[in-house]
């Protein structure tokens, strides 16, 4: 089993940036696992972000988070982070870390999820 831990949520000013971070444990990381990230904002269905495999090849965005957020991940502390840059008031959501032994679904069908940060910006 793989437990991941999200971390780094918090309010901030639209423009600013935030670094989240997920810890996992439980089990090392294969380079072909593949670890992303997800959000939901109120009302709305959960929206996939970024995704890489462990090797650190395979990064992919979202159109909406593309040139401002980056995914990147340090083996040796088994943590991915998800650097957040030129955040703006939509980007407000609660932010979910994942991860599979394949691939990254962005329809969300992976094996293995965090509980969740909260991101807030302010206008």
């Known amino acids: 089993q793989v437990q991941l831990v999200e971390s780094g949520g918090g309010l901030v000013q639209a423009g600013g940036s935030l670094r989240l971070s997920c810890s996992a444990s439980?089990?090392?990381?294969?380079?072909?696992?593949?670890v992303g990230w997800f959000r939901q904002a109120p009302g709305k269905g959960r929206e996939f972000i970024a995704a890489m495999f462990w090797s650190g090849s395979g990064t992919i965005y979202a159109d909406s988070v593309e040139g401002r957020f980056t995914i990147s991940r340090d083996t040796s502390k088994n943590t991915v982070y998800l650097q957040m840059t030129s955040l703006k008031p939509e980007d407000a959501a609660v932010y979910y870390c994942a991860a599979d032994p394949v691939r990254i679904s962005r329809s969300g069908q992976n094996d293995y999820w965090g509980r969740g940060t909260q991101v807030t910006v302010s206008s």
């Open positions: 439980g089990r090392t990381f294969s380079r072909t696992y593949a």
